[in-house]
């Protein structure tokens, strides 16, 4: 059927009036739901005696790191679309190419209990002793025996081992454990605005291998007001120090005991 002489174009479908009001009462009930999460988990860690900075604290690291692995994903796809832009055309038309990786330095092992190369740092007032046992395998054996936060909450007791080769190429760590403590961190210290940082690894009383991929670590970097913040990931490199901390952000202060660290050995996949 043919229009009429005055038949203008079709008319846009008109906006809803409410659409607004609709969109506002959805982020709301959001919000509430979110809230009410919020309160559910806090009621969670009173009951099992977690600090409230404990898990402000937690919290902030979850949303550094998901910002984290969220920028990881990006530069893997700048990174794939980079090697596809670059594919070379050769041998009548066929496409060659070849990914390339960093040179990689050799594989090494490291005894922590070398009296010349490790040593303990805690914080005015926590007490905390170093025994190197020999033996097979010779361990540095930590123990913390008393804990006093400072005003600001924060501990700390480190064990560290300095002379560390380089890391580059490099994919995983492994770092041989045990503890009556229930947690360690490992750090890996570059210089004293830079590191990186493994989750938390539980301990028990039996020496354990933990093998670490080295891209699970978060990167950080001391701000200019002294804190540290969850950066975007880059590779360690320039690695001076392997730190296992004990203290703040690692154990309660009501938490004592011992933690042996044995070995740490660093490689790449093959």
């Known amino acids: 059927m043919s229009r009429g002489k005055n038949a203008g174009p079709p008319r846009e479908p008109e906006a809803d009036p409410n659409a607004a009001l609709k969109l506002a009462v959805e982020l709301s009930d959001r919000e509430q739901e979110r809230a009410v999460e919020r309160q559910a988990v806090r009621e969670a860690a009173r009951e099992l005696g977690v600090a409230e900075h404990h898990l402000a604290e937690a919290e902030e690291t979850l949303t550094m790191r998901r910002a984290v692995l969220a920028g990881r994903a990006a530069t893997r796809r700048r990174w794939f679309a980079g090697g596809l832009a670059a594919l070379v055309l050769s041998g009548g038309g066929v496409v060659v190419w070849q990914a390339t990786r960093p040179e990689v330095a050799p594989p090494w092992r490291l005894v922590v209990a070398d009296q010349a190369a490790?040593?303990?740092?805690?914080?005015?007032?926590?007490?905390?002793?170093?025994?190197?046992?020999?033996?097979?395998?010779a361990v540095a054996e930590v123990t913390v025996?008393?804990?006093?936060?400072?005003?600001?909450?924060?501990?700390?007791?480190?064990?560290?081992?300095?002379?560390?080769?380089?890391?580059?190429?490099?994919?995983?760590?492994?770092?041989?454990?045990?503890?009556?403590?229930?947690?360690?961190?490992?750090?890996?210290?570059?210089?004293?605005?830079?590191?990186?940082?493994?989750?938390?690894?539980?301990?028990?009383?039996a020496l354990v291998d933990h093998r670490l991929a080295l891209d699970t670590f978060d990167h950080q970097r001391r701000g200019p007001d002294g804190n540290w913040k969850t950066v975007d990931f880059a590779p360690p490199r320039g690695v001076r120090v392997v730190s296992v901390k004990l203290g703040h952000f690692v154990n309660a202060p009501t938490d004592r005991g011992w933690v042996r660290v044995g070995e740490v050995r660093a490689g790449a996949e093959p």
């Open 118 to 137: 490790v040593a303990l740092d805690a914080s005015p007032g926590t007490e905390a002793s170093l025994v190197l046992r020999p033996g097979s395998p």
């Open 145 to 205: 025996s008393n804990v006093a936060p400072q005003a600001n909450g924060k501990w700390h007791v480190n064990l560290d081992r300095r002379d560390v080769p380089p890391l580059d190429g490099h994919t995983h760590l492994t770092v041989t454990l045990s503890g009556t403590l229930p947690t360690a961190r490992v750090y890996l210290e570059a210089a004293s605005d830079e590191r990186w940082r493994s989750g938390p690894i539980a301990l028990t009383e």
